[in-house]
């Protein structure tokens, strides 16, 4: 097993968290979770399993071996990255069927999202080890927690292709439904993916944009997609954009009703009656109460 600190054996939030007396099988591999951009986002578990097993098999050693010296763990560390997982993966199932135990582990986040691993954990999974979940920051969930996103079906989208007709045609098909989605993106594609959204969403259909989850400079934004073209964009740390869900089609006899108002009356319905919301909408927006009553009315009997 790793090496354990004197300091860590005595860590009271260890000590609390009872961590030492669950079950740690020999023979397993750990998916561990890592901090996306704020160290202390570490848990107590992650820390306890780094420093217990055998060998951390790391997405770039250089980014690993300092963030484990931090917390004083010197355990073993194998570069694992996607030019040589498969390689490396056969040598894990090799330790692991000696009853070793092996961590895995990516820069930031978790492996098999977004990031190398999943080879790996295949491998493992089909020589029949087990494979062991160690939880840790997404930050797809921290941003949608603090997005506002609709109730409803989520479709986590990653990365698009680079490609412009693939990207395209991804974004077309997305677009098209209701389900809201999420997707990531460089900050030097960034202005490139924003125009694409504009030119394939609902003016009125929400977007938030979440920049450097967790870190010192971090932001989360609102906006609907016709403004998304007008944004000034930083073009530096990655981006989690998250398209809200489709609002519900707008009457015929409502066209004269601004789109935006509409969407946030859509929105404001989820939480309370049609009068209420129409007189909350008419107050923020400045278009006739009577109007948008009557579009709330014909909006909750669609």
């Known amino acids: 097993m790793g090496t354990i600190t004197q300091d860590l054996q005595q860590d009271r939030l260890i000590a609390l968290s009872e961590v030492a007396a669950q079950d740690f099988p020999a023979g397993s591999l750990y998916v561990v979770g890592m901090p996306i951009g704020n160290a202390a986002d570490i848990t107590l578990r992650a820390i306890w399993t780094l420093s217990r097993v055998d060998l951390i098999a790391a997405e770039d050693t250089r980014v690993t071996r300092p963030f484990l010296a931090r917390y004083g763990i010197e355990t073993p560390v194998l570069a694992a990255h996607q030019h040589n997982e498969r390689a ?104 490139d993916l924003l125009a694409q959204l504009s030119a394939v969403l609902e003016p009125a259909r929400r977007v938030v944009l979440a920049r450097e989850v967790s870190k010192k400079f971090e932001t989360i934004s609102a906006h609907v997609a016709s403004e998304l073209t007008a944004l000034r964009i930083e073009a530096r740390g990655e981006y989690v954009v998250l398209v809200d869900v489709a609002s519900a089609p707008i009457p015929s006899d409502s066209a004269d009703i601004d789109p935006a108002v509409a969407h946030w009356l859509t929105v404001l319905l989820e939480e309370m009656p049609p009068a209420r919301a129409a007189a909350i909408a008419a107050k923020a927006s400045g278009q006739p109460k009577q109007a948008l009553y009557a579009l709330a009315l014909q909006l909750t009997s669609a």
Request: hydrophobic share 50%; glycine share 10%; no cysteine.
């Open 88 to 191: 490396i993966a056969q040598q894990v199932v090799e330790r692991l069927a000696r009853s070793e135990r092996i961590a895995l582990v990516t820069d930031a986040g978790t492996p098999g999202v977004s990031d190398p691993g999943a080879l790996m954990v295949r491998i493992a999974l089909d020589a029949g080890l087990r494979v062991v979940p160690v939880p840790g920051p997404s930050s797809v969930i921290a941003a949608l927690s603090a997005s506002g996103l609709g109730a409803g079906p989520l479709v986590f989208v990653g990365f698009l292709p680079t490609g412009a007709q693939q990207r395209n045609r991804i974004l077309r098909s997305l677009a098209a439904e209701k389900r809201a989605f999420v997707l990531f993106e460089a900050p030097h594609r960034i202005a």
